[in-house]
């Protein structure tokens, strides 16, 4: 009984436990609550994921109403990936959260940060698990105003100009999608993923789909911080607290990144628009330019959290640049960065958050010597900045190596060598924190420091564990990934 | 044909630009979220235009009533109406609190003491 009821239980359980929390307006409660929904969301995520690979994709009608006039849930290997991927970092992320937001947020206000946690789970999961294009309309508005709200909290003032700004931006880009979906409306009279897919052919050479994708890819695009549409995306990271740092850093791109492939490999499955236009080779541009700016001026920032955020806009590159190879190596390369950069950005983030616990900031010139009154906390971000950079053993590594190995089956030599040279401006960005945080001595009359709590440091060595876990033994994962993008090439059945 | 058969498009587009336009180019927070309404709204009526059945009546179950307006689309705004209302609330919201720590609703003295501090 319970098992054919996953797929609602898997968004309802977060929406349910979001109000609950702001009616018990008490931090410590909120916390457990949000603790234990997002490791039961984990395991549920878990049972779908191993539930797909089993037994192919799971059809969900919400309410019993048949789709297409219903809306229904349809979860293939894809998804179930990006679900877990998703509930995974906010059971890690929740437990860390406590002293965390006791540290960055007023006291008044840790129930709402909860609560906009909560919210902001619900929605991600949703987007992921939705197969009806206006449904995921709504999951992406709610999660987006949750992290409006989430970013607002901080205690740094510069954070409410960097959450106007991205709710801007934010919503302009929601808006493209739902001009975009209107216009598909229009021409099929359906709003069903796997009934789009089949009806779009037919109709695929008008220019009012013309326009709707153009609509779409825009307003994907700015929801994804796809260069150079990132704008929103280096202050809304930078200044928000710590935490919502590091779960929307790991999740909120990563799902609309998924929103991309779904709505281009599967809606548009049939419609040939790669053939028409030249949406790939665009992409490929987009992606590679990127890739370099990112990285250049994440050199030159001098507070690291706004340096990795800049790296962000570099990786969400290689993404781009895997996906638009439009092979089942190149997207899987794409699909398995997106898992193995949320590991490590996570750790990366989480090792910040430990860092402005303990000195107040995450500015470069404050962290001098640091390394060894906090050996824990820097180690974990030496080994995740390694897994950037893409040293073999690391995460970093296995999606770096499938990137190149597409690129080379499609005889793009020239984009392999960019990925090489790409990645050694990150070993700069990476080397002058490493070099800061060890090589300089600590000013003597700072405070002594020492590692964060153990409720944060166990999260933070979970995330870089997995990074090197997952980088040992990335056939797993690689597997999972083929598997979602021979998904997504070939359409559902 | 003429140009006025497809009024509510040529509207949809003006109110989509004007609306793009304000949030573009002006400095006042308020007037951004304006700017950012007036685009919404501009969907909205996009939708509602593209429900309408020429010579169709409001889908209501009735005698003689055959031919009628496509009802999905409207629903389909009401929620998004729904989802613009929270947006402009918490946009407003957050004004509040930015005229709260800089003493301003002007980008260009927001940006001037941010770049100062």
């Known amino acids: 009984m319970i098992a054919t009821q996953l797929p609602a239980i898997q968004v309802a359980l977060p929406l349910l436990a979001a109000p609950l929390v702001l009616i018990l307006r008490n931090g410590a409660l909120a916390w457990s609550v949000a603790v234990a929904v997002s490791w039961l969301s984990f395991a549920v995520a878990l049972a779908l994921l191993l539930r797909v690979l089993d037994g192919g994709t799971i059809v969900y009608l919400l309410g019993d109403w048949a789709a297409p006039w219903g809306i229904e849930y349809r979860i293939d290997e894809v998804n179930a990936f990006v679900l877990v991927i998703v509930t995974s970092v906010a059971a890690v992320v929740a437990p860390y959260a406590r002293r965390s937001v006791e540290a960055e947020v007023s006291s008044d206000r840790h129930y709402l940060f909860y609560t906009g946690f909560l919210l902001c789970l619900c929605g991600l999961l949703g987007i992921a698990i939705t197969g009806d294009v206006f449904n995921l309309f709504v999951f992406l508005e709610i999660s987006s105003l949750s992290s409006y709200l989430l970013i607002g909290l901080s205690r740094d003032r510069r954070a409410l100009t960097a959450a106007f700004r991205y709710l801007i931006l934010g919503t302009v880009g929601a808006t493209f999608y739902v001009i975009g979906i209107g216009l598909m409306y229009m021409m099929t009279g359906s709003l069903n993923m796997a009934d789009l897919a089949t009806r779009l052919p037919a109709v695929a050479d008008t220019t009012t789909i013309h326009a709707a994708l153009a609509f779409l890819t825009i307003g994907l695009a700015l929801k994804a911080a796809i260069f150079p549409l990132h704008l929103w995306l280096p202050n809304a990271y930078a200044h928000a607290p710590s935490v919502v740092t590091a779960f929307l850093a790991a999740t909120a791109t990563k799902v609309s990144i998924y929103v991309f492939l779904r709505i281009f490999l599967t809606v548009f499955s049939g419609a040939s628009i790669f053939e028409s236009f030249p949406l790939a080779d665009l992409l490929i541009v987009v992606a590679v330019l990127g890739m370099f700016t990112g990285s250049l001026v994440a050199i030159y920032q001098s507070d690291v959290k706004r340096a990795l955020a800049f790296s962000s806009v570099a990786q969400i590159g290689y993404m781009i640049l895997g996906i638009s190879l439009l092979s089942t190596a190149g997207v899987a390369a794409g699909i398995v960065h997106l898992f193995n950069h949320a590991l490590m950005k996570c750790a990366l983030f989480l090792a910040l958050g430990a860092v402005a616990l303990r000195i107040g900031s995450a500015r470069l010139d404050q962290m001098a010597g640091i390394g060894r009154e906090m050996p824990w906390t820097m180690a974990a971000f030496t080994v995740a900045g390694l897994s950037l950079i893409g040293v073999p053993a690391t995460v970093g590594f296995v999606s770096k190596w499938a990137l190149v190995m597409a690129t080379l089956e499609k005889d793009h030599v020239l984009l392999a060598v960019l990925i090489l040279l790409s990645s050694l401006l990150a070993v700069i960005y990476v080397w002058r924190v490493v070099e800061v945080a060890y090589f300089r001595d600590r000013p003597d009359d700072a405070a002594t420091l020492s590692d964060p709590p153990t409720s944060m440091l166990v999260p933070l060595w979970i995330m870089t564990g997995a990074a090197v876990y997952f980088g040992l033994d990335g056939t797993r994962v690689l597997d999972v990934a083929t598997a979602a993008a021979t998904r997504l090439l070939e359409g559902w059945p | ?117």
Do not use: C
Not at chain 2, 10 to 26: D, E, H, K, N, Q
């Open chain 2, 1 to 117: 044909m003429g140009i006025l058969d497809h009024f509510n498009y040529w509207m949809v587009i003006v109110l989509m630009m004007a609306g793009l336009y304000t949030v573009i180019s002006r400095g006042n927070l308020i007037k951004q979220v304006v700017g950012l309404n007036v685009f919404q709204v501009s969907v909205f009526v996009l939708y509602i235009s593209m429900g309408k059945v020429s010579g169709g009546t409001a889908p209501i179950l009735g005698e003689g009533i055959t031919v009628y307006s496509n009802p999905l689309p409207h629903v389909l705004i009401l929620t998004a109406i729904v989802v613009g209302v929270a947006t402009t609330a918490l946009a407003l919201a957050l004004v509040v609190r930015i005229r709260k720590a800089y003493g301003s609703i002007e980008e260009d003295d927001i940006l001037k003491q941010e770049n100062g501090s």
